[in-house]
């Protein structure tokens, strides 16, 4: 039994490890052989390797074990010629790469080594040369944990391209110093004079030409700072500002309204209530401060004068100039905006100057602000006149109260007639200075006064008179 056994053993052996002869073709007729091997009863490449061009030449040849390439193999060019020899200490890969072991290329003349390369674990290990057409070494050396060391004439020309390359950095370092002195007094001399945006091309400039330089970078953190600083400031500025005029506006308007004006009809023989001239589709201009669009605003404003308390066309003349340099100048903020990389990022800021931007808003701003005590200074002339009535009926001064009324009503007109909002306050000033003078004159002896009052026969004769004594 045991020696049947053994037979047994033996011949599942010598199955296993017996070879089949493999051939493969290019054609279905099976004339031109494209390769030729051996494999074990599993499959698994062992033995001679030999792969063919279709022209009958041979490619590659050499021993397989384990399903890869090992010792010593041949591949040529196409023409015939040899093109490597590889050794492969390990079998190599399925593709023929040489894991461990050597390669030597040749040029197409199949004698002139081209290069030789040693390989441990698929990467370059060892020594390496390249050589010219010739056969003469043009570059050696060996790789060490996979880092290039140069040999012989290669490393020669190594240390003399090192050294050239130190003198190079030497004399571009000198170069950047002498250009980064010049550089650095005219960019602090534009970050003096809030120029940030040429102060920063300067100062990055000059980082760029000495890197290890702190300075200049610290310098670009304080332009970028300003940026991000005015940025807010931008932001919020013009968001409280649009916020706090509509509303201011919004409560302003509340009780404006046109004149009741009457127009005689010659058709009917009758008064009948006149409607403002249409400025547009879009505006009625029976409320043009609540208009869609500001011209139309503005042209109800010019075209129906007649219609609108001088207040009223102020105020809101004022507000849509103050609304429009809001948004003009919000646009030149956002024409500003830009980025640029510094420390690894990207930095969003706004470069239009913050003292430019409040300067261009303060003559509009002001003017709503004046624009708004219209109001108050008309309603002050009212109750300065009543009072001025009522002293004259305890301390009747005939010729005071003429005259004064003459100025008032003169000064009235000017007001109504409404040309700028500098001239209207003006008049209003000029006719509440003129009233206190008179409420004093109240309390005086005015005979002399109204003396020279009588012979006075234009406004401004009778103002230049109130207002000497």
Known sequence: ??????????????????????????????????????????????????????????????????NGPIGKWIENYD???????????????????????????????????????????????????????????????????????PTGITKIKYDEEQEKQKQLEVEKLLKNTEEYEKIIPEADKAFLAKDYGKALALFKSASELLVNEKYPKVKISEIIEIYHTNSEFFSAYIKGQYDTLTND???????????????????????????????????????????????DALMCLEINKEFYEPYQRAITEAFIKYDEALAKEESNVKWSGGSFYFNNTNNQFYTYDKNTFLANLKEAKSNYEISKSLRAL???????????????????????????????????????????????VKVLNTLSALSDKVITYYSQETKELEKQLKVAETPDQIISILKSK
């Open 378 to 424: 008309y309603k002050i002339s009212i109750e300065k006149k009543n009072q001025i009535a009522i002293l004259n009926d305890q301390n009747k001064k005939k010729t005071l109260l003429k005259k004064y009324s003459i100025v008032n009503e003169y000064l009235i007109a000017k007001y109504n007639n409404y040309t700028s909002l500098t001239e209207t």
């Open 249 to 295: 506006f919004k409560q302003q308007k509340m009780d404006f309204k046109i004149k009741n004006i009457k127009e005689y009809n010659k058709y009917t023989y009758s008064y009948e209530e006149k409607k403002p001239k249409q400025a547009s589709y879009n505006c009625d201009c029976v409320e043009p401060w609540n208009a869609q669009y500001n011209n």
């Open 1 to 66: 039994m045991r020696k049947i056994f053994t037979i047994a053993i033996l011949a599942f052996t010598i199955n296993a490890y017996s070879q089949k002869r493999v051939k493969e073709y290019y054609d279905w007729a099976k004339t031109k052989i494209m390769r030729e091997y051996y494999t074990d009863a599993f499959g698994t490449l062992n033995g001679s390797y030999t792969a063919y061009s279709e022209y009958g030449g041979i490619m590659k040849q050499g021993q397989c074990k384990d």
């Open 79 to 149: 023409n015939g010629k040899l093109h490597y020899i590889k050794t492969y200490d390990t079998p190599g890969t399925y593709d023929f790469q040489v894991i461990d072991g050597k390669i030597i290329s040749y040029y197409e003349d199949g004698k002139t080594i081209k290069y030789e390369r040693n390989f441990k674990n698929l990467e370059l290990n060892g020594v390496w040369k390249e050589y010219d057409e010739k056969g003469i070494i043009i570059k050696e050396g060996k790789y060490v944990n996979g880092i290039f060391e």
